[in-house]
């Protein structure tokens, strides 16, 4: 069984630039959820995709933004780089669009200098 | 809304010692709830979950039993390994309220030998 990969690990961005961040799901899961972990705090959701369309969204402005491909993997895309975006991005999937357990990825950790 | 609450860390303890880590939850309807582990560098583990009033998770040798009555999902066990050190959040997830989990800040623990 192949878990939730991620890429790349590692990125350093400038303030105002773009990035996308890249998933694969793990097998057989075919919902894909994005959260956000600064730094000594716990994961804060940013969206979630199933079946290629977004279902659900937290508190994250628009210039955050997805997709979810017919092979379940997914990429999340920041535009307008700020400093407070650098972190540590989790994808994670899952079963079903509801409570089943979340499997994370290594996630990938993005400085905005 | 749906939060949820850990108790402060870091936690530091001998090998053997007895371990709790409090975790409180609010949630608008009836939550299923986790515990997750992080290990330095990695993304989240699912390590124990509970989906109804007094089940009881368990996974190598950490339990948690979901406590209703007083909204509490504490993580225990009984004999800790220098093993065991690593990051370790609660979260809740709730059908109910959409499709997000909602996690704690963590607490830290560190096993001394």
């Known amino acids: 069984e192949t878990g939730v990969t991620q890429s790349p690990t590692h990125l350093i961005k400038t303030r105002g630039q773009q990035v996308t961040l890249r998933c694969s799901s793990q097998?057989?899961?075919?919902?894909v959820s994005w959260y956000q972990q600064a730094l000594g705090q716990g994961p804060q959701f940013i969206f979630q995709y199933y079946r290629e369309e977004e279902n659900g969204r937290g508190n994250f402005p628009p210039r955050f933004s997805g997709l979810q491909f017919p092979n379940y993997s997914s990429e999340l895309n920041v535009n307008a780089l700020e400093l407070d975006d650098s972190a540590l991005y989790l994808c994670?999937?899952?079963?079903?669009?509801?409570?089943?357990?979340?499997?994370f990825g290594n996630g990938t950790r993005l400085t905005v200098t | 809304g749906n939060s949820v609450t850990q108790m402060e860390g870091p936690v530091t303890l001998s090998e053997e010692a007895f371990l709790t880590i409090n975790c409180t939850y609010t949630a608008t309807g009836y939550p299923s709830l986790f515990w997750y582990v992080q290990y330095p560098g990695e993304g989240l583990q699912l390590l124990l979950k509970?989906?109804?009033?007094?089940d009881k998770g368990s996974n190598k040798g950490f339990e948690a039993t979901y406590r209703k009555e007083t909204t509490s999902f504490h993580l225990e066990k009984g004999s800790v390994q220098v093993s065991d050190s690593a990051v370790y959040f609660c979260?809740?997830?709730?059908?109910?309220?959409?499709?997000?989990?909602?996690f704690g800040t963590g607490t830290s623990l560190t096993v001394i030998p």
């Open positions: 509970a989906t109804k009033a007094d």
């Open positions: 979260a809740l997830s709730d059908r109910n309220t959409g499709n997000q989990f909602y």
């Open positions: 994670a999937s899952s079963s079903d669009r509801g409570v089943s357990p979340l499997h």
């Open positions: 097998s057989g899961h075919n919902t």
